[in-house]
């Protein structure tokens, strides 16, 4: 499952410290976003979602934020660990209605050191 | 034991070659999807199938040829790629109500070379 080639942005960030993971959408009719990690050798796996009446979500030692102005999100991972490294995507529902149909964005590394 | 099982998980096959790839999910679910994950692009959904009926197709070329028998079990049928085809190919499931979720659930890949 691992994005090899890709030219990935690369976040490296030291253990205990915390991440922030940006994303950029273009579609302002996007009603649903979320964020997925994807390990090396797996598949992207769900982590936290937020729907566009909010600005916020907390879940555990992650937070997304949505800025609908800009069109903006982040997640936000508090104390950063070695199982954090992974491949970090932000995904789109442009329309709900449709169905669960996402959109993906190219993705982020993050690299843990110790 | 992961709830969506992909099979085989590397396969290597020349152009003219007609391959598939089997994909399980045990999670009870009633949606099923074909991701392509290739070097130069993000995540392309190709196909969804909702309740066994194919809701989405995106555009994929018809070398590609899914089929769903049941809820539990999808395939993507290979058939004269060519080498750009090479990639990961995801299968997901989710469960389809009147609120979508967002919460596809991956198998690990299975990962195609086209020679």
Known sequence: GESVGLHLPTLSVQEGDN??????????????????????????????DIRSNMDKRQGQRVT???????????????????????????AENIDEAAGNKLTFGGGTRVLVKP | ETGVTQTPRHLVMGMTNKKSLKCEQHLGHN????????????LELMFVYN?????????????????C?????????????????????????????REVTG????????????L
């Open chain 1, 19 to 48: 991440s922030i993971i940006n994303c950029a959408y273009s579609n302002s009719a996007s009603d649903y976003f979320i964020w997925y990690k994807q390990e090396s050798g797996k598949g992207p796996q769900f982590i936290i």
């Open chain 1, 64 to 90: 997304v934020l949505l800025n609908k102005t800009v069109k903006h999100l982040s997640l936000q991972i508090a104390a950063t660990q070695p199982g954090d490294s992974a491949v970090y995507f932000c």
């Open chain 2, 31 to 42: 949606a099923m999807y074909w991701y392509k994950q290739s070097a130069k692009k993000p």
């Open chain 2, 51 to 67: 309740f066994k009926e194919q809701t989405e197709n995106n555009s994929v070329p018809s070398r590609f040829s899914p089929e």
């Open chain 2, 69 to 97: 028998p049941n809820s539990s079990h999808l395939f993507l049928h290979l058939h004269t790629l060519q080498p750009e085809d090479s990639a990961l190919y995801l299968c997901a499931s989710s469960q389809e109500g």
């Open chain 2, 103 to 114: 919460e596809l659930f991956f198998g690990e890949g299975s990962r195609l070379t086209v």
